[in-house]
Each structure stands twice: as structure tokens, then as C-alpha cells.
């Protein structure tokens, strides 16, 4: 079986875990520390905080902007949970909006309409590691008339004087867009280091910080950081120096904290991301672009345009005119020749919680229309030229077995 997204673990990964166990400090200390720079190097931004996953760096975003029970933010119907999840745990809700048909993203003006006075963020996702149009939505939240409409509730709202552009970048962490890297491209972005992401360690996330001058960003990361540990003000490892072993509670926090095994993993991750893991996701993309490009039935995913380049996180194809059955029948047929598949995502309105609340998938047909027809394929490090082959082989037959009918 070619498995979808399996991680990259080798003797290297092994020996800096191995040193990192042996070292007599697990939890938080140097070694995350180190990897929230290089990260803050690799991407161009000035301040990063390593949590353990994206989903507690988002809510760690919303709760420092002061995002509660009354608020809305918007964000893609078109996402994993965790984007809607995150708002609905701070007691503010999710307003759910229509996709692009080119890239998956988030439309910018399904986004305009959907902003009201209880308007505190805008979540984007960079679905499979495409930077959504961030230039439009710096736009759109320093528009006049959206600037006057924004009520501030809390300190930090109104030191910004407008919505925040939080990014779920849980896909993106390479992606560029004009130029700049995503990280540094919102007021705050966060990456995703789960198992299945393009750098892993394993579960983990890092909160970027990009927020204009009218803050102290090495302060909002004091901040984040003591709302990471119970709101207590000083960590394990500074606790362990001289004279230091006394600390203050100041809130209830969360416990989110990123363990330097973890990061570890994170530090050999990052230090062959760039010109090895990255080179080779985008060589498999161009490999499964060029063997669908002339096929009839194929639409390509968007994944390197004049002014973007993905991360090339996942590869995600549609199929043209076809309906779910059809598609759910090609994924059993592929499945079926040993190869795994996944579809992303199925939207959130569909899903029996959000359905519940509420939420009508009659009201997001792009989102809706991209789900129908998308079939993900495996991408990963150790995914070789002749396993790239089986896979496309196996879409090939599944295409042809199910629309056309043939025996092939
Ligand atoms: C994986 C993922 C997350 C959550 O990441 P965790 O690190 O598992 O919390 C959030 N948003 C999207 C779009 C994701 O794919």
C-alpha cells in the first residue's frame, strides 16, 4: 500500500531526539527556543512562539485579541475543524464564507459581505499551502468604511483599530506570496506541525508575529507565552536559575507549551526544508501535473502562479463534471490498487455538529462543488519515482473504470 502522507524519520531525526532525552531537559527550554528563531529567520518575521499544535496557537491568537461570547469571525466553510473550533471554544461564532473556485481559498468578497459591527477577525486558510490574497484582505480591513464599523471590545482591539487577519497557515509554512513568506504575510499566522504536515514534530505549531508597530512584539510574546503555561509568569527552565524558583499566577491559562523533544524533531526538520523537503514535494506535484495535463477529465490544482508559489502541501486534483458517488467511486478503485487517498475537506456545514448549529452547506456551492469532485494524493519525502507511477496509474484506471467504463 503507498501510504498518503507518511513522515520523514531517519537516523538524523533519531540522533537529535536521542540527545534531546539525554540531555536532562524534555519539556520547553533551549531547544524550542532555538527553533522559534529559526523559524522567525526562515520566514522573515521578528517574533515566534513554538505551542503544541496550531489549533492551541489560534486560540491562544483569539483569546490575546480579547475575542469573546458576542463576536464574530469569519472564516472558509471550506477547512478542517480546528479553524471553527478554535472561535466557537472562546465563545465567539464562526461566520462561515464561500471559496475561489481556482484555489480553494477563501473569496475575499464573500468575506467583505459577511463583516458586521461584532466583526473581530478574519481566519484565512491557505488551503494545501496556496497563500490566500492577503493584499486583498489588508485592503479590505483598512477600507474606511470597515475601519469606522469595527467596535473594539478589549486593549488589544483597540490598539489595532481594526480586524485582525489571523492565518490558519497549518499548510503553508515555505509559501510565498509576492515575494514574502508566509509567516509574515497577516497580523498573526500559525504554522502546523502535526504528523501529517510538511515539517512535522510530530504534533506542535508555531504562532508567527506580524502585527504593526503599535505593538511591542517581544511583549505579545511574553504575553503568549504566560498564557501558554496557566498564565503563570515564569517558565520551568527559568524557574531552575538562581533565586528565580518564585513565580505569579496572572490568569487561567491554557497549557500549550511546545517540549523540547518535539522541537528536536523541528530543528532537523527546518534545517533540510528549504532545499530538500520542499524541492522534492514541488518535483512530485509537476510529476502528477504533467501525467494529468492532457487528460480531458483532469483540472490541475494552482499551485506556483506569477505572483504565488505553494508550499505544495497537498495535491489536490478535481475531476471535471462529476458528481460525489462518481467520486467517492474513483477513491474506492484507487483505493483498491493499493493506493491511499484522502479528500480535503469535506466543509464544515456537512458535518453533523455545524449542521446543528445551523450552518446550510445550500449557501457555500463553490465550497460545495470543489468538495464533490476532489481527490487528494500522496505527496510525501520518501514517495518514490516509481510509487509516483503506481499512483498515477491507479487514477488513470479508477478515471477510466468509473466515467468511461473501460476494463483498463
Ligand atoms: C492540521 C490543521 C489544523 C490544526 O493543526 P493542529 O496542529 O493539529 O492543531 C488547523 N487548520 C488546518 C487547515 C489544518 O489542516
Known sequence: MIPFSPPRIDDKTIEEVNKALLSGWITTGP????????????????????????????????????????????????????????????????????????????????????????????????????????????????????????????????????????????????????????????????????????????????????????????????????????????????????????????????KCNMTDIAAAIGLVELARYEDDMLVKRKTIFDAYSAAFAQEPWAELPLYHTADRISSCHLYLLRIKNIGIEERNAIIDYIFRQEVAVNVHYKPLPLMTYYKHLGYNMNHYPVAYDNYCREISLPVYYNLSHSDIKTVINAVKAAVNKVLYNSKA
Not at 461570547?69 to 464564507?97: K, Q, R, S, W
Not at 471559496?99 to 481559498?105: A, E, H, I, L, V
Not at 486593549?155 to 515555505?174: E, F, K, Y
Request: proline share 4%; with cysteine; aromatic share 8%.
Open 31 to 254: 531547544r524550542t527556543r532555538e527553533f522559534e528563531q529559526r523559524i522567525a529567520s526562515y520566514c522573515g518575521v521578528k517574533k515566534v512562539l513554538c505551542v503544541n499544535s496550531a489549533s492551541a496557537g489560534l486560540e491562544l491568537a483569539l483569546r490575546w485579541f480579547g475575542v469573546q461570547a458576542g463576536d464574530e469571525v469569519i472564516l472558509p466553510a471550506y477547512t478542517y475543524a480546528a479553524t471553527a473550533n478554535v472561535v466557537i471554544h472562546c465563545g465567539a461564532t464562526p461566520v462561515m464564507v464561500d471559496s475561489n473556485k481556482d484555489d480553494f481559498n477563501i473569496n475575499v468578497e464573500a468575506v467583505r459581505q459577511a463583516i458586521t459591527p461584532r466583526t473581530k477577525v478574519i481566519m484565512p486558510v491557505d488551503i494545501g499551502g496556496m497563500p490566500c490574497d492577503y493584499q486583498a484582505l489588508h485592503k479590505l480591513v483598512n477600507t474606511p468604511g470597515v475601519k469606522q464599523m469595527f467596535t473594539p471590545r478589549s486593549d488589544n482591539q483597540r490598539t489595532l483599530a481594526r480586524i485582525m487577519i489571523l492565518s490558519d497557515s497549518a499548510h503553508s509554512i515555505g509559501g510565498v506570496y509576492h515575494g514574502r513568506k508566509t509567516g509574515a504575510l497577516a497580523d498573526i499566522s500559525v504554522f502546523s506541525f502535526h504528523a501529517v504536515k510538511n515539517l512535522t514534530t510530530a504534533e506542535g505549531g508555531a504562532v508567527c508575529l506580524n502585527l504593526p508597530d503599535c505593538f511591542s512584539l517581544e511583549e505579545i510574546y511574553k504575553q503568549l507565552n504566560i498564557k501558554s503555561l496557566h498564565g503563570q509568569t515564569k517558565d520551568a527552565f527559568s524557574k531552575m536559575q538562581i533565586g528565580n524558583w518564585e513565580y505569579d499566577i496572572v490568569e487561567a491559562g491554557q
